[in-house]
């Protein structure tokens, strides 16, 4: 017999005792579907309509392919609250991109129901206003709290920043940082475009010394007088050498990550606008050139491989990032607002397409205002982090998506976003270069139009985004 967490009943004062009569079936009256999620978890939001606690067990909860989950006797939920369930935690079923669920009562009885197309219920899916309102594809996640139509931007304070006005010290400031990266001792490793060098700073925030210098000579940055000069893109082998294009210079800088010496060099006089540059796990350099919308492979020593298929491909490609377990490159289109993607073995385009451009306005979910910046990939938690420079956030899709990564009715697999324009903790200005390190639960981003880079905890951006 189906138990009610609310129901009960007593025996007689003296003599045998008389049986307590059965609970009341528990009907779970004004408990309804709040938001849903198909994927991250899969949570699913329950919400207490009345204004008194329910006990709400023994009521069920079904999914379109005929799975069940019971709900435990004693689960209760407070007037006019939230209860949050996830897979693996408080249900045993996956939520499908095509799906629905069923809220059922303790005699079986449908009591409010919910079914979605592909992909809409990617990031939320949730009634506005809450217990009551329609149904609609939320831009963020609110699970446990309050579903808004018009979301704030979510902003998440930095472990540290570092540039121009944060520091007193002489020779730390950074101007116009294109892009930066993590070395295995926690080190930042931030380009300082106008000043011709890196400049590194510490795990905990605190300058150690500057790398390079203006001019022709081993480990410095030619000034080609042209603005396209400086250091660009920057990226760590798993040696713990860092990789650091030199724009002006038309080469590629290596470094020694645990000693700062300078190591060696390699280039081509053909490359016309060295601005992207990735590295593959078995220490393949991959070579991104805007002057001439190619890319290029070389070995991990500096002998040239092979080159891309990119003929008539990319306006301006930018930034480059490998995903190993995919066998895949990505590259930013930045003048279309888009990311390629190629096979990492052939280099053959395979023409998938991660965003678009939305022409400016509201951010939209998936996609950016206008060009897209700096990507980098996370493949522990198997993100694709974006810049969307003109709305000043830095987006986050699902790499294990499959194909919804590459569809506009499902947001390109989009699982959020953070920052907004500023020049406060957590706010961009004209935000260029992304970096991450999961291992060691770093996320920087070069901050350009700031002058400094800010280093946050990966860990305070998934709990902020609800990932």
């Known amino acids: 017999m189906l138990l009610s967490g ?45 204004s008194e ?79 009551s309102g329609p149904w609609t594809s939320c831009a963020r996640a609110t ?32 101007e116009e940082p294109n892009e930066l990266a993590f070395d295995r001792n926690g080190n930042t490793w931030a380009g300082d475009q106008y000043n011709f060098r890196v400049q590194v700073f510490g795990p905990d925030g605190a300058f150690v010394r500057s790398v390079g210098g203006e ?24 040696t713990n050498r860092v990789f650091v294009a030199d724009r002006g210079g ?3 800088n290596v470094y020694d990550g645990d000693t700062f010496e300078f190591l060696f060099d390699f280039g081509d ?20 050139d805007q002057g001439t919308d190619g890319i290029e492979a070389w070995s ?13 491909v990319f306006s301006r490609v930018e930034a480059l990032a490998v995903d190993d377990a995919r066998n895949l490159l990505f590259a930013t289109n930045e003048d279309y607002g888009t990311v390629e993607t190629f096979d990492l073995a052939t280099g053959a385009w395979l023409d998938n397409q991660v965003s678009e451009s939305a022409g400016g306005g509201l951010p939209e979910p998936g996609r950016v205002a206008d060009v897209v910046e700096g990507i980098i990939i996370d493949p522990i938690h198997e ?50 270069g992304v970096a991450v390190d999961a291992t060691q639960d770093l996320l920087g981003i070069a901050d350009q139009g700031n002058n400094r880079i800010q280093v946050f905890r990966l860990s305070d951006i998934e709990a902020a985004l609800g990932l």
């Open 300 to 312: 991990p020593s500096g002998e040239y491989l092979f080159s891309f298929a990119t003929d008539g």
């Open 53 to 131: 606690e329910m006990a709400i067990g023994s009521c069920r909860l079904h999914d379109s392919g005929g799975s069940a989950f019971r709900f435990p006797d004693d689960w209760t939920i407070p007037a006019g609250s939230f209860r949050v369930l996830e897979k693996d935690i408080d249900h045993t079923f996956g939520l499908g991109g095509e799906d629905g669920l069923e809220l059922r009562s303790a005699l079986n009885d449908i009591i409010d129901e919910i079914s979605w197309t592909e992909g809409s219920a990617a990031i939320s899916l949730c009634r506005f206003p809450d217990g």
């Open 143 to 174: 699970f446990g709290f309050e579903n808004l139509l018009e979301y704030p931007a979510l902003t998440v304070d930095p472990l540290f920043i570092g540039g121009l006005d944060q520091w007193d010290e002489p020779g730390v400031e950074v």
């Open 6 to 50: 609310c129901g009960g009943g007593s025996g007689s004062l003296g003599g045998d005792p008389t049986p307590a009569p059965p609970a009341e079936p528990n009907l779970c009256t004004g408990l309804v579907l709040n938001e849903v999620r198909s994927n991250a978890g899969d949570p699913v939001e329950l919400y207490n309509t009345t």
């Open 269 to 288: 006089n053909d490359w016309v606008d060295l601005t992207g540059l990735a590295l593959s796990a078995d220490g393949t350099v991959y070579i991104g």
């Open 215 to 238: 001019g022709n000579g081993p480990g410095q940055f030619v000034n080609r007088n042209s603005g396209q000069m400086g250091p660009e893109a920057i990226r760590v082998d798993p």
């Open 250 to 252: 038309s080469k590629v």
């Open 383 to 432: 993100w694709l982090f974006l810049q969307d420079e003109q709305n000043q956030r830095v987006m986050v899709h699902d790499l294990a998506a499959g194909d919804a990564l590459y569809d506009p009715t499902r947001d390109y697999a989009f699982l959020g976003s953070f920052g907004e324009g500023g020049s406060g903790p957590g706010q961009f200005s004209s935000a260029d």
